[in-house]
C-alpha cells in the first residue's frame, strides 16, 4: 500500500479517537441542555463549558458563567464553578462542588475541585469517579 494513504488511513484513525473520547457533550444532545439547566441558578446565566463529562446517571461540570455577556469576576479573576450532577427518575439534580478562579495563564482544569476527595487524583474519568464525588459532597457539604 502507497505511504501517503496508509498515513492518511492513521490520521484519520486518530481523528475519529480524539473525538470518540472529547470531554463535552455535543450541543445537539439533549442531556447537554438538561445538565445545563440543572446548574443554572438563574435563568439568565450562560456557561462557558470547560469539562463536561457525563457516564451513565452521573455527571461533572466545570464551566464560567456569562451574566447578558459578560464572564462573572471577582477583582480580575474569572470565576470559574464545578457541579456535581446525579439523574434521579430522569432529572438531573445538580450539587454545587467548587468554586476558584481562572489561573494566570487563562487555565484551569478544574481539578483543584477534588483535591479532598481520597482516591481522586483529578477530574472525573469513570462512572466510579462520579460516584465518589457525588458521595464526597453529600457526605461532608
Known amino acids: 500500500m502507497n505511504k501517503k494513504i496508509i498515513l492518511l488511513i492513521i490520521m484519520l484513525l486518530l481523528g475519529i479517537t480524539a473525538t470518540a473520547s472529547?470531554?463535552?457533550?455535543?450541543?445537539?444532545?439533549?442531556?447537554?441542555?438538561?445538565?445545563?439547566?440543572?446548574?443554572?441558578?438563574?435563568?439568565?446565566?450562560?456557561?462557558?463549558?470547560?469539562?463536561?463529562?457525563?457516564?451513565?446517571?452521573?455527571?461533572?461540570?466545570?464551566?464560567?458563567?456569562?451574566?447578558?455577556g459578560e464572564l462573572r469576576r471577582t477583582d480580575e479573576s474569572i470565576e470559574v464553578y464545578a457541579y456535581i450532577l446525579m439523574r434521579n427518575k430522569g432529572v438531573w439534580v445538580a450539587k454545587d462542588m467548587w468554586y476558584g478562579f481562572l489561573g494566570n495563564e487563562g487555565t484551569n482544569d478544574c481539578s483543584k475541585a477534588v483535591d479532598e476527595i481520597p482516591d481522586l487524583a483529578g477530574p472525573p474519568t469513570s462512572e466510579k469517579d462520579l460516584k465518589t464525588i457525588w458521595q464526597f459532597a453529600h457526605s461532608y457539604r
Do not use: Q
Open 22 to 68: 472529547a470531554r463535552d457533550i455535543p450541543r445537539t444532545d439533549p442531556e447537554r441542555k438538561a445538565i445545563l439547566n440543572a446548574a443554572r441558578s438563574e435563568p439568565t446565566i450562560r456557561f462557558v463549558v470547560k469539562d463536561l463529562y457525563r457516564s451513565g446517571n452521573f455527571a461533572w461540570l466545570c464551566a464560567l458563567k456569562s451574566d447578558n
